[in-house]
């Protein structure tokens, strides 16, 4: 019988004094990438957001649960859920922006943290903030749903940017590293509809790998699928990593020589044009037939590829059908099709 998956919480209190001194000496670990949907956009509502909080500091109102994930081997705290109220009392403590727009204290209105009055200081220094540490006991795999669930009420994130946050470890590095690989933005430029600060990108190169590994095959829905495989392979050795990396950038290369701009995309019989945007399905389908096959053993040339690339796109109805659904046997289909038109 398998055990069940288990959460060990322990709830602390700490001043912000407290938790400002542990994220300078490191005993708190923000994560400088996770940035997209919980930072608060740089403008006028930024800043007006960040003077709110100080002033719910001074006026004792309620301050959200702010909760950790305590690591196995240092013990020191992840920042699951709270990233930017953390953020927030550092950068005040540290004189970094002058409160402004408040509607209650406009006294300190203009004034940084230094310029208050001492009584102001403490106030905000001793100010007692609830945690929730998920301890290291805790079911590795939980973290992530944790994260999931929080995140239910707030400004909704990616499945990428929850594995970013909850998945760190060799792996997750290799993914942030090969998302920015030049010849893969080259292919891809700015072409996902994504946000390109979601960690789109990283999670393209994440279904490859998960792809590749499981030989096409997947029975899990999508994001459990990556999900698990992330988890697998959180800590891979770095001479495993740096295979992974070899057989990415190969594949990168031969698709560049093959399709150039046209990669990733698909072609579009009412205009006579490649689709600027990437398609998810296509890169998977390309990426996986490419590098499943040696550049000396293909017989056609780039052009007649991209041409007969074309005419199945456009004629081909089983190849159109299946690039309209992601399931586990239309990947084959996809793949198995472009392997062909290669001519191996």
Do not use: C
């Not at 001074?58 to 699951?80: D, H, R, S």
């Not at 929850?162 to 072409?191: M, P, W």
Request: overall charge neutral.
């Amino acid at each position: 019988k398998q055990e069940p998956r288990r959460v060990i919480t322990q709830p602390y209190d700490y001043s912000v004094q407290d938790l400002v001194n542990k994220i300078r000496e490191k005993d708190i670990i923000i994560s400088p990438d996770y940035q997209r949907n919980y930072v608060w956009v740089a403008n006028d509502e930024f800043e007006n957001k960040r003077s709110r909080l100080i002033e719910s500091l001074l006026l004792n109102i309620p301050i959200p649960v702010i909760y950790f994930a305590e690591q196995k081997k240092t013990l020191t705290y992840e920042v699951i859920d709270g990233q930017q109220r953390l953020r927030t009392f550092e950068d005040f403590l540290n004189d970094d922006f002058k409160l402004k727009e408040l509607q209650i204290r406009t006294d300190v209105n203009g004034k940084t943290y230094s310029e208050l009055e001492q009584k102001d200081k403490d106030e905000i220094r001793k100010r007692s903030i609830r945690a929730i540490v998920i301890l290291n006991d805790s079911d590795e795999e939980v973290k992530y749903e944790v994260f999931e669930r929080l995140n239910l009420g707030s400004v909704e994130l990616t499945p990428q940017e929850i594995r970013n946050n909850t998945l760190r470890g060799t792996f997750n590095n290799l993914l942030k590293e090969l998302a920015l690989d030049d010849s893969f933005r080259k292919l891809i430029k700015h072409r996902l509809k994504s946000d390109q600060n979601n960690m789109a990108h990283e999670e393209l190169v994440l279904r490859f790998f998960a792809y590749h590994s499981s030989n096409l095959k997947r029975s899990d829905q999508l994001s459990y699928f990556l999900t698990k495989y992330m988890e697998d392979n959180r800590n891979i050795s770095d001479d495993e990593a740096l295979e992974l990396k070899i057989l990415f950038q190969k594949t990168i290369k031969k698709i560049n020589k093959f399709l150039g701009d046209k990669a990733f995309s698909i072609f579009l019989s009412k205009t006579n044009t490649w689709n600027t945007t990437t398609n998810r399905l296509v890169f998977e389908a390309e990426m996986l037939a490419f590098s499943m096959v040696d550049e000396e053993k293909i017989t056609i040339t780039p052009d007649q590829f991209v041409s007969e690339l074309k005419d199945r796109m456009i004629n081909d109805e089983n190849f159109k059908r299946s690039l309209g659904k992601s399931g586990g046997r239309k990947i084959q289909e996809r793949v198995e099709t472009i392997i062909d038109l290669l001519k191996i």
